[in-house]
């Protein structure tokens, strides 16, 4: 079974509706996925932007940002983690506003599209994102979430 650890590293996001949902669909999007465990971070603008800029030398925030495990993990661990994925608040906040959809089917879709980032999908030629978009499309679906691709640009970045 799908086991992700939620981690809420910033108080706005402590509503156990909007994590509840985005938990649910975290663990969807790794399930069948090799240990099926990750942890799910959801923190504030200020930590993705130092994150972001550690780690991508990019300095300014961002909605997602998947940190897949490394490939240094023990050969006996029998259940190694996937990787975190980590979500900042008030980007996601925007972007839902913006875009007129509640923050918790913004939220799950971030949560979707970071975790299939740590079971290989990527998005950097045509073909690779829209077989990830697809996927995405169909994970939200189960949890009665509609086509977050429908509105231009609203997919993550």
């Known amino acids: 079974m799908s086991r992700v650890v939620l981690q809420i590293a910033d108080?706005?996001?402590d509503d156990p509706q909007l994590t509840?949902?985005?938990?649910?669909?975290?663990a969807r999007a790794i399930r069948g996925h090799g240990s099926e465990r990750a942890n799910l971070r959801l923190t504030s603008d200020a930590e993705m932007q130092r994150l972001n800029r550690c780690w991508r030398n990019i300095d300014q925030p961002t909605n997602v940002l998947s940190f897949p495990q490394e490939d240094t993990v023990s050969p006996d661990e029998a259940d190694p983690e996937l990787g975190d994925v980590a979500i900042g608040f008030e980007t996601t906040e925007r972007e839902a506003r913006e875009r007129g959809l509640p923050l918790s089917h913004?939220?799950?879709h971030l949560a979707v599209h970071g975790m299939l980032h740590l079971v290989g999908f990527r998005?950097?030629?045509d073909p690779s994102a829209k077989c990830m978009e697809d996927t995405e499309r169909l994970m939200l679906a189960d949890f009665g979430i509609g086509d977050p691709y429908l509105e231009p640009g609203a997919g993550p970045k």
Do not use: E, F, S, V
Request: net charge neutral; charged share 10%; proline share 6%.
């Open 20 to 26: 509840g949902l985005a938990q649910a669909c975290a």
């Open 106 to 108: 913004h939220l799950a």
């Open 123 to 125: 998005h950097d030629t």
């Open 11 to 13: 108080p706005r996001w």
